[in-house]
């Protein structure tokens, strides 16, 4: 009688010992789903942030762009919401569209640190460095305030520049 109690129990503790062990491999499952993901996300817009980055970089290419839709990238820029100094001269075609593609760049790589931060794969406080980095953009009215609109993004990126708009909204406000 006492035999089968301890074989009762060293089924328990094997059968316990196999469903802790299927716990643990599940969990490492999810672990390398979200890290592959998170690499997939990083590769996407690294792609498209040295893209734009690319295009900025190539003035005869954006020219050239220009030229095509019937602009002289010569040309003074009229038609941007942004004060530009009188110090800073006139702005051309071809830097106000090397511009939209630097600034493009940026929300790329910027909306990949919030997801890397989201993801949990991010160290403490980068988030909150690029966040204040994207506010001081709202309030300067730079180019990169301008162009956020030009994507789509998560509704989870969107909320937060809302949420920083709002933000900026307010302290004008005062």
């Known amino acids: 009688m006492a035999q089968k109690n301890w074989r009762d129990i060293a ?3 094997g059968v316990a010992a196999i469903v802790a062990s299927l716990i643990f491999v599940g969990l490492q499952l999810k672990q390398s789903q979200e890290i592959a993901l998170a690499t997939s996300f990083q590769a996407r817009t690294t792609t498209l942030a040295e893209a734009f980055a690319a295009r900025a970089a190539n003035s005869d290419a ?7 839709q019937g602009i002289n990238p010569h040309d003074q820029v ?5 004060e530009i100094p009188e110090s800073a ?3 051309t075609e071809l830097e106000y569209r090397a511009g939209v593609m630097h600034a493009l760049s940026m929300w790329q790589q910027w909306n990949n640190i919030y997801y890397q931060n989201e993801m949990g794969f991010m160290p403490e406080g980068n988030w909150s460095r690029t966040r204040s980095a994207i506010k001081r953009n709202f309030e300067r009215k730079t180019l990169a305030s301008l162009v956020y609109g030009a994507f789509e993004w998560s509704p989870e990126f969107e909320s937060e520049i809302d949420e920083i708009v709002a933000e900026v909204e307010a302290e ?3």
């Open 11 to 13: 089924e328990l503790i």
């Open 89 to 91: 001269g006139i702005l």
């Open 78 to 82: 009229k038609r941007i919401p942004v």
């Open 62 to 68: 954006l020219a050239a762009e220009l030229r095509v």
């Open 172 to 174: 004008r406000s005062q």
